[in-house]
């Protein structure tokens, strides 16, 4: 027969918790879109190096495309189809813009990070997640001041948390936030870290913003193929409708993911 105090037992320790999941809420500073921006947006918490790999990466495929478009352009001339051509640089630019509008503030940041010196922080740990808004890294959450500040760190250093970790150190870049060192300072061996539970729906939200932006630009460029590929003939109808095709398509996708971002907010109860 079960003990019935072990029952009332559970039940209050799953309002404790609950009660200080909502506290660390409370405590956690929401930045607004631009503070995000400059902490690198998509890319917080990757390493300047990574971040000026991956800046250096888009811009030579930007560089690419647009020399692509640019063949085009000489080609449609040969063919006496020049609005033609215009049109595929245009998307071709745009193309490249997308892509950099991700990777170049994070760029900027990391070039600061390179010059300043990195933060040392401090403070209790109060929640800890292997998920995070940056793919590929987790969330640490530790009280400093009266302040609660979150931390995307590597998984390597999220399972150091994990064995009743307490109070932690953290050696962090001062523009992306990115935690070079993470140091145990004082772990409470009878201490247990219930992560909170990770759905289907919040590993999703995670890519979603990444794949969208990599969905608009690989529709926008099917679109124009296919306007260009169409035998229309010479005149404006024919750059016309490469444009409003690679304009719906992108559009398209544009809506598709809006939709499914709000359904998935809706799973998550946000």
């Known amino acids: 027969m079960r003990n ?12 404790l918790e609950a009660q200080q999941r909502s506290s660390v809420r409370e405590r956690t500073q929401a930045p607004s879109r631009d503070e995000m921006m400059r902490r690198g947006g998509l890319l917080e ?21 647009i020399a692509a ?12 189809d020049l609005f033609l051509g215009v049109v595929v640089v245009a998307v071709a630019v745009i193309m490249t813009g997308t892509a950099i509008s991700i990777t170049g503030p ?25 998920i995070s808004a940056t793919p590929g890294l987790a969330t640490l959450a530790i009280s400093v001041g009266k302040n609660v500040e979150q931390f995307r760190v590597r998984p390597e250093l999220f ?3 994990k064995a009743g970790a307490t109070v932690v150190g953290l050696t962090v870049t001062p523009g992306l936030n990115h935690v070079q060192t993470l140091t145990v300072i004082r772990r409470d061996r ?5 992560e909170p539970p990770i759905s289907r729906a919040m590993r999703l939200s995670v890519w979603l913003p990444l794949a969208s932006i990599a969905s608009l630009i690989v529709g926008m460029a099917v679109g124009c193929a296919i306007g260009v ?10 750059p016309l409708v490469a444009l409003l095709l690679a304009a719906a398509i992108a559009g398209g996708i544009a809506l598709g993911t809006r939709w499914y971002s709000q359904r998935l907010v809706a799973q998550l109860g946000v």
């Not at 478009?69 to 006496?80: A, K, N, T, Y």
């Not at 009878?190 to 219930?194: S, W």
């Not at 590929?229 to 024919?238: K, S, T, W």
């Open 4 to 15: 019935p105090g072990s029952r009332e037992l559970r039940r209050r320790q799953a309002r």
């Open 45 to 65: 918490g990757v390493s300047p190096k990574e971040v000026t790999q991956f800046a250096l990466l888009s811009l030579a495929a930007g560089i690419v495309v």
């Open 69 to 80: 478009g640019v063949l085009g352009l000489l080609v449609e001339i040969g063919q006496h």
């Open 106 to 130: 994070a760029y900027l940041t990391a070039r600061g990070d390179r010059k300043q010196p990195s933060r040392t922080i401090q403070g209790q740990l109060v929640g800890a997640s292997s």
């Open 159 to 161: 399972e150091r948390v």
């Open 190 to 194: 009878l201490a247990v870290m219930n």
């Open 229 to 238: 590929l169409l035998p229309l003939g010479d005149g404006f109808v024919h």
